[in-house]
């Protein structure tokens, strides 16, 4: 075989996130792909316009494996600068739109961004964001406002319109294939206990996630899809957007996460499939809209991003008898799917994260990396095709995290007898007092049986006698009260002495991010100068 077929061959073979859209909508042209406020496009309306933002883009000086970061709400123009990324071959580095300008700053400059995507209403951040990094080398030299879903215009001096950049140029026909080991994007993570880090994705590591998300979720082409968690995060974007354009499905686009949008919504377009995390499907619960909105098509309910109490769980499906539930559980870097409970297994097992999802191996170890019995608690750890390639600039981290040949994922949990696995804790959420480890939980499930609680955090405040004191941070349902002794009473009656709680604490709000996770750390920082 001569040099010039294999190349051919290569060729032949290579395909990236960017051409799952060409293929939907060279099958489905007319069927409405992206409905985001008036905006409704045609799969063939997506792709083209997709065609026309690499031409743009490519004229603005961006090329492949440039580094793009985008500062936004979900919108239609999120999500054609998400498709139109990845087909020119530059990586995307999505940026948590809830940080202050310092740490956006500090992103902008670690992942070596040129240019900077900025959705209406960020502006002012993203001002201020290049402006503290320009001492320490960020330097952005292109700046572009997306539009959102109720907001068309008002792109500042300086800051080029979407729009504008689609009517400058014709769509482009003969596009580079990309390689599929190609660098798709940086997503940072939390930073919960130290500096960001950027978890670096291939196209064939979110493809391989695609395939996986899929067939575990019973996805497929007559989806009507919700996507109402920020696409920043990995879970909306590369669970969710990303498989439904790979089947062509038609995908309902919002940036306001709440029950007043999201409820009529799902009634109007008559959506189907919807995923949240626990602390939003508990705000759909507690709405007053709740009771009377139409919910009748919505069939599909996913759930993930945090541990779904077992007493929340149980209201769902008491409440939402017609919908079947997945508990989708994994993190951004294997892309983010790992393992999955089914509809099936629901109430059999709930409260467990399910089995290794269908490309992924997963053991739970000890220290020594050796696998621990049936109920012992050891740390998840993964071996898939969809694992990040490491963390971007952070070989020490990235070495720590792949020792012994797997990823360790930090979370700790069990296995039971039949396979299925039940996440206790993250290893930096465990809580020592009185020299026992307390699962926070274990103690939180105790306390959602409360029926005055509607949210409760678990965490370890510093004690003199404890060395950390289990403390309760509850939210209770609107017009309910309840006291301290109430929840430690309760508490004792149900569990070991070392786990109940020393210290409660009654909070209108827990600290979330975007995505409805729960910021634990927010918490311990609030009352630690309390304790």
């Known amino acids: 075989m001569t040099l010039d ?37 045609s799969y063939r309306d997506f792709d083209q316009i997709c065609d026309r933002l690499v031409a743009a883009l490519s004229q603005q000086g961006i090329a492949a494996g440039d580094r793009v970061a985008i500062l936004s709400r979900n919108s239609h123009a999120f999500a054609a600068m998400r498709f139109a990324l990845a087909r020119m ?43 503290q990094g320009a001492a320490d080398g960020v330097q952005i030299g292109l700046q572009i406002w997306l539009p959102s879903e109720d907001q068309a215009d008002g792109a500042p001096e300086g800051m080029l319109r979407f729009d504008d950049l689609l009517m400058a140029s014709a769509p482009i026909r003969d596009i580079a294939p990309v390689d599929p080991r190609a660098l798709l994007q940086i997503i940072y993570t939390s930073g919960t206990e130290s500096l960001p880090k950027g978890a670096m994705l291939s196209h064939e590591a979110v493809l391989w996630e695609y395939v996986t998300c899929i067939v575990e979720g019973n996805m497929q082409a ?78 599909k309910g996913y759930y993930g991003a945090s541990i779904m109490p077992v007493e929340v769980l149980k209201e769902m499906q008491r409440r939402m008898p017609g919908v079947r539930l997945w508990n989708f559980y994994g993190q951004t870097e294997i892309a983010p799917l790992a393992t999955v409970l089914h509809p099936d297994d629901q109430l059999r097992k709930a ?37 990040l390639d490491g963390y971007y600039n952070d070989p020490e981290r990235t070495a720590e995290a792949f020792r012994g ?10 296995r039971d007898e039949e396979g299925y696995i039940t996440i206790v804790d993250r290893k930096k ?9 307390v699962a926070s939980r274990e103690v939180e499930e105790m306390i959602f049986r409360i029926p005055e609680v509607s949210e409760v955090a678990v965490i370890g405040l510093p004690d003199a006698y404890w060395v950390e004191a289990v403390t309760a941070v509850i939210v209770l349902k609107e017009g309910q009260s309840l006291s301290e002794q109430q929840v430690i009473d309760f508490c004792k009656a149900g569990m070991a002495h070392f786990k109940v709680p020393k210290r409660v604490i009654f909070a209108d709000a827990l600290p979330k991010n975007p995505s409805g996770k729960l910021l634990k750390r927010e918490l311990r920082r609030r009352y630690e100068a309390q304790a």
């Open 5 to 41: 077929q294999k190349a051919a061959i290569r060729r032949a073979h290579q395909h990236g996130v960017g051409d799952i859209l060409r293929r939907s909508a060279q099958r489905t042209p007319d069927k409405t792909a992206i409905v985001c406020g008036d905006v409704q496009w």
């Open 89 to 131: 071959g530059a990586v995307l580095v999505p940026i948590n739109f809830m940080l202050n300008a310092g740490e956006v700053a500090y992103i902008l400059r670690s992942s070596g961004a040129r240019t900077l995507l900025v959705g209406a209403g960020f502006e002012a951040l993203a001002v201020a964001a290049v402006e």
């Open 222 to 299: 007559d989806d009507v899809v919700l996507h109402a968690l920020p696409l920043y995060h990995c879970a909306q974007l590369d669970v969710f957007l990303g498989p439904a354009v790979y089947l062509g499905a038609t995908n309902i686009i919002t940036g306001q996460p709440r029950p007043d949008v999201i409820l009529p919504l799902i009634a109007r377009h008559r959506v189907n499939a919807f995923f949240a995390p626990p602390s939003i499907w508990i705000a759909l619960l507690r709405s007053p809209l709740f009771e009377g909105a139409d919910l009748g098509t919505l069939a």
């Open 351 to 387: 409260g467990s994260a399910g089995k290794p999802a269908l490309n992924v191996e997963t053991r739970i170890v000890d220290d020594e990396m050796r696998d621990v019995a049936t109920g012992e608690i050891g740390e998840i750890v993964h071996r898939s095709p969809q694992l």
């Open 405 to 414: 040949g797997w990823f360790h994922s930090g979370d700790l949990a069990v």
């Open 429 to 437: 959420d465990m809580i020592k007092s009185g020299g026992e480890n």
